[in-house]
């Protein structure tokens, strides 16, 4: 496709000077249209799929991480379409393919989560061709689970003397994630802060490798979520995350663990905190969590 224009009058060395523009414009159009078609990977969604015995399958993959064996072609947003430059058509290449999540719910942090495993796939490219890969992938080997509570028949959590509000079980329609039960503390003026931390779990965390808390959480206000490192002496509570008010609507969130497992190297072992101070907002608040578990490496 071109154009046409008429030029005015001028010098002899701007005509020519425009000439040798327009041979390099329509030069640089022909190698665009002689270019290689990429081929183009199609991945509609990433599916977890555990095994018994791992917890809940809730989950929240939002991009596809893809390496080569040599280098790292991106992150790209589900449902993505990952273009590929084809070398010799019908030339079979290895690629990695890796969940990627919000580590601690924040966008500028995303990251493949280490403990999703990641998927080895071999493809024949060819220029302008496609394929659609649909992934289900669950723990990488290596990880192990330590359940928290997913309130489906208890509830780990016990409240602190000065709390005036807690955490209770609770089973009622339109408030339980999933299965029959989901923890849930409501805050007002006569019951304006709750602290609680899991009673004598005793988690003992991997400070040498990936160790993170997945959760799912609803909430109308505030509140944060830690670890308390214990030893023989004494505890250190420690708020890792303020989570905002999500609206009421459940969310799942990956929250890295690592930096405070690695900071408390003298903790023999850690609970998991809860805590909320009622803002106001409105007569009564509340927060709900459900699915707690710490996957780390073994």
């Keep these: 496709m071109g154009y046409f224009c008429r030029p005015e009058p001028r010098a002899v060395n701007q005509i020519q000077a425009a000439l040798l523009v327009g041979t390099v414009l329509a030069a640089g159009c022909g190698k665009l249209r002689d270019a290689e078609v990429p081929h183009r990977i199609h991945v509609p969604e990433w599916s977890v799929v555990l095994e018994d015995g791992q917890g809940s399958a809730s989950a929240r993959v939002e991009e596809v991480w893809v390496y080569t064996p040599t280098d790292v072609l991106g992150a790209f947003p589900l449902p993505a379409d990952i273009p590929v430059l084809v070398g010799e058509t019908g030339e079979v290449?290895?690629?990695t393919f890796s969940a990627g999540i919000r580590a601690n719910g924040i966008a500028a942090t995303r990251k493949p989560y280490p403990p999703y495993a990641a998927v080895p796939v071999e493809l024949a490219l060819s220029e302008g061709g496609t394929d659609t890969l649909s992934f289900e992938a669950g723990y990488a080997e290596g990880f192990e689970v330590l359940?928290?509570?997913d309130f489906e028949t208890a509830n780990r959590f016990a409240e602190s003397v000065t709390s005036t509000a807690e955490v209770v079980r609770t089973t009622a329609d339109g408030q339980v994630f999933e299965?029959?039960?989901s923890g849930r503390a409501e805050l007002s003026a006569s019951a304006a802060t709750v602290w609680a931390q899991t009673n004598e779990q005793q988690y003992p965390l991997n400070p040498n490798g990936p160790c993170w808390l997945e959760f799912d959480y609803a909430c109308?206000?505030?509140?944060?979520?830690?670890?308390?490192?214990q030893n023989l002496i004494q505890d250190n509570p420690t708020p890792i995350l303020v989570l905002n008010s999500s609206d009421g609507a459940w969310k799942k969130i990956y929250l890295d663990l690592g930096p405070v497992v690695r900071s408390e190297t003298s903790a023999a072992w850690f609970e998991v905190t809860l805590e909320a101070v009622w803002d106001g907002s409105a007569e009564t608040t509340w927060f709900a969590v459900d699915n707690l578990k710490i996957v780390q490496a073994e």
Excluded: D, M, R, W
């Excluded at 109308?220 to 490192?229: E, K, V």
């Design 179 to 181: 299965g029959v039960g």
């Design 147 to 149: 359940f928290v509570e």
């Design 220 to 229: 109308t206000q505030s509140f944060a979520i830690g670890l308390n490192p």
């Design 93 to 95: 290449v290895e690629l």
